[in-house]
Antibody, heavy 123, light 107 residues
């Protein structure tokens, strides 16, 4: 079955760029949107954005100006970049899969998740 | 954008109790709603999708209902292993907003 393995730098200074990658194994990149979600310490889940196999992206309105999600089909990976980080971006970051219908609409919910990466922003 | 509001923010109940969590969307989302369980320190787990369809492997004491703007997650008989925070999420269209979460504890 599909598994997600994520990696990236865990400690950043303010103004740096957060960069995380999520590798997809055991399944196809097609038929799904591939999402990034974050969770600040002691707080709830926040959806950051997603990408599909065609490269179509959707972003959270609150983060849109700083976020870029990309994919590398040849490596079965997708990545998150978040620029100009501050302490408010300190969180556990998750990647996840949400499937889509043949018409491109979301369905089923996020059924596969990465293990999470703790990112701390501190000077 | 559509906002998702969960209530209560936390609850404490006894083992065997029936527990109900509510999620309200600020606009109609049909049945494009999922529920997740996140145990302390763990990755979120999909419990229910399409508002009422149980994900494979999820115990039958969990159930979901609702459509449009008002949804509920019910645990028919609370068990110690159900201690977790529960989140709803809309997925009719982006942004895929989560509710604020409901923390469930054992009394």
């Amino acid at each position: 079955q599909v598994q997600l393995q994520q990696w990236g730098a865990g400690l950043l200074k303010p103004s740096e760029t957060l960069s995380l990658t999520c590798g997809v194994s055991g399944g196809s990149f097609s038929g799904s949107y591939w999402s990034w979600i974050r969770q600040p310490p002691g707080k709830g889940l926040e959806w950051i954005g997603d990408i599909n196999q065609s490269g179509t992206t959707n972003y959270s309105p609150s983060l849109k100006s700083r976020v870029t999600i990309s994919r590398d089909m040849s490596k079965n990976q997708f990545s998150l970049k978040l620029t100009s980080v501050t302490a408010a971006d300190t969180a556990v970051y998750f990647c996840a899969r949400i499937r889509v219908t043949i018409f491109g609409g979301y369905y089923y919910g996020m059924d596969v998740w990465g293990q999470g990466t703790t990112v701390t922003v501190s000077s | 954008d559509i906002q998702m509001t969960q209530s209560p923010a936390s609850l404490s109940a006894s083992v065997g109790d029936r527990v109900t969590i509510t999620c309200r969307a600020s606009q109609g989302i049909s049945d494009y709603l999922a529920w997740y369980q996140q145990e302390p320190g763990k990755v979120p787990k999909l419990l229910i999708y399409e508002a009422s369809t149980l994900q494979s492997g999820v115990p039958s004491r969990f159930s979901g209902s609702g459509s449009g703007t008002d949804f509920t997650l019910t645990i028919s008989s609370l068990q110690p292993e159900d201690v977790a925070t529960y989140y709803c999420q809309k997925y009719n269209s982006a942004p895929l907003t989560f509710g604020g979460g409901t923390k469930v504890e054992i009394k």
